[in-house]
């Protein structure tokens, strides 16, 4: 496996697991690597089960908890996104 498919199946995995733990404890984390970041929401909006992490700007962007679908379908890491590229 190259270094940038291994790089990017690690991130994928990390994304994963963090998404199942702000689902377990309602807590989500965000950031952009400016002031204040990274944050915790300490009431992250779990109804959705499409919700999930998506890195915003590129690989190494601002990570954000989102269930905005429409927008970041492409970006949002969830199980089912997983079993797709899989």
Do not use: N
Request: net charge negative.
């Amino acid at each position: 496996m190259a270094e940038d498919e291994d790089k990017a199946a690690r991130r994928r995995a990390f994304m994963l697991e963090l998404r199942e733990l702000t689902i377990k404890h309602g807590i989500s984390i965000g950031g952009c690597g400016c002031c204040s970041s990274p944050y915790l929401d300490y009431e992250a909006d779990t109804s959705d089960e499409r919700a999930g992490y998506a890195l915003l700007e590129g690989d190494d962007g601002e990570l954000t908890w989102t269930f905005d679908w429409q927008r970041y379908s492409t970006r949002i890491v969830t199980p089912s996104t997983i079993r797709a590229a899989g």
